[in-house]
């Protein structure tokens, strides 16, 4: 077990998204999100077409809902939870169930835009005195010998790792139906659990703890949208989802493309760049007044120079002819 320092990640929780632990398990994570993200899509009013909103477990989607609500108040939301195997599935159909989908990767993106936003570290659950308790981040050889409460292929790191899963002792997974179930066997000593860290905060107990696998894969969210179906809405909701400003989004997605106009408030200019814009401005000035008048300007000294010099070698030639006479 390893005293890898870690930062404040095992006492307070990244706020990010989920990983892919078993279909149980991820069944009630998706209920405990709702409870935190709503209850679901809201009824939008007659003739209105909400903009959909699915999200993958552990996502949260408030801070873009709220943008969401102060820039396009006309437009309501409906915002749902996806079930594990739906995440992707949501987008497709006639009508779409979803306009757009907050996903967990990797996910089959056969005619999707996507757009990863950030990752999660993975964490395992043990009991409140488990030896990994005292530690702020643990290795997958640290917990070989521990038995899984989910199934090994959701981690496959620690399954090419785990002793049990090498002699052959593993055994069966017994009376979990949800993650509650296994928080429950965590609590009890039976095994542990490795999940993402919003879907363990969800889940946080005064008799579990957990720490961050550091040799875990991280999972990563992502928005996604059928290509083919790119509306101003859906624009404008990448925009939120990026941290574009409300001036910029009207400006990407104005008709025909157009871009808003730059900011036209005049560049601040230094003294020297004044004086010489006012030198130059004067010089053009005569320039232009003596045109207009005819006057040719006078001829420089180089020619005179040039004349006194063809002279002097003229006479230089005359001295060496006559033997310096006249």
Sequence with gaps: MTDTHSGDAAAEP???ADAHPSSSVLDAATDAALRADGEGPEPAEPGIHPFSIAFAIGVTVTKWTRLWAERRPETPLAVFRAEP?????????????ADVSFVRLPVDQSGLSVIPLYSEVQVVIVPKDHPASVFESVTVADLADEHLLQEPDDVPEWRDAAAEIGDGSRRP???????????EQVAAGVGILIVPQSIARLHSRKDIVYRPVTDVAETQIALAWLAENTTADIEEFVGIVRGRS?????????????QAAPDARPKKIGPVAKAKAKARAAAE???????????????????????????????????RKFGGKR
Excluded: C, F, W
């Design 14 to 16: 990244l706020d990010a």
């Design 85 to 97: 195997g739906e995440q992707v599935g949501v987008l497709h159909g006639d009508p779409t169930a």
């Design 173 to 183: 997974l017994l009376g979990i139906r949800s993650l509650e179930d296994a928080v």
């Design 246 to 258: 409300a001036a910029s989004s009207r400006a990407a997605s104005a008709p025909g493309g157009e």
């Design 285 to 319: 000035a005569e320039a232009a007044s003596a045109k207009r008048a005819g006057v040719k300007k006078p001829a420089t000294s180089t020619p005179r120079k040039k004349k006194q010099s063809d002279a002097a070698n003229a006479a230089q030639a005359r001295r």
